[in-house]
């Protein structure tokens, strides 16, 4: 069984703190030591971890990965739009998975660390999906 966070992401291109939401499914599981996976079921967005305590830094993530991978017209596979393809090579350099540990019924994070949802491709509706494996408390 798995747990679903729903995202709606507002921009084409974006990253959106679902630390708490991640934090609140860990809590509300029947985990006290193991991991949590976090699944990103699609091709044009990722998840990652880095800081969110500033702002300008998300921005400066976005823009950066924008700027090695743009959005452009002479991509190989014609199927999908530009900003699509795009967003396929970036899903692929970022990865849409984490796996994360459980201790006492809480995520281990550092002081500054926050889960990071990246989208490519939007504004969409997203799902990240959550499988928390480990003993019960």
């Given amino acids: 069984m798995y747990t679903e966070i729903k995202i709606n992401t507002e921009e084409s291109e974006c990253l959106v ?9 860990v809590s509300n599981s029947n985990i ?10 699609h091709t044009t967005a990722g998840i990652t971890i ?21 959005t452009r017209v002479d991509f190989n596979h014609t199927y999908d739009t530009p900003a699509d393809a795009a967003g ?5 350099l970022i990865g849409n998975s984490l796996s994360l540990i459980v201790e006492n019924s809480e995520l281990i994070l550092g002081g500054s660390q ?3 949802f990246f989208e490519f491709d ?3 509706s997203r799902r990240v999906l959550l499988r928390m494996l480990g003993d019960s408390r």
């Fill in 122 to 124: 939007g504004p969409r």
């Fill in 32 to 41: 006290k030591e193991g991991i949590c996976v976090v699944f990103v079921p």
């Fill in 114 to 116: 926050s889960i990071l």
């Fill in 17 to 25: 703190n679902i630390t708490e939401e991640i934090k609140q499914a």
């Fill in 50 to 70: 880095n800081s969110a305590m500033d702002e300008m830094t998300l921005k400066d993530i976005v823009s950066e990965t924008h700027r090695l991978v743009p």
């Fill in 88 to 92: 396929h090579i970036k899903s692929v």
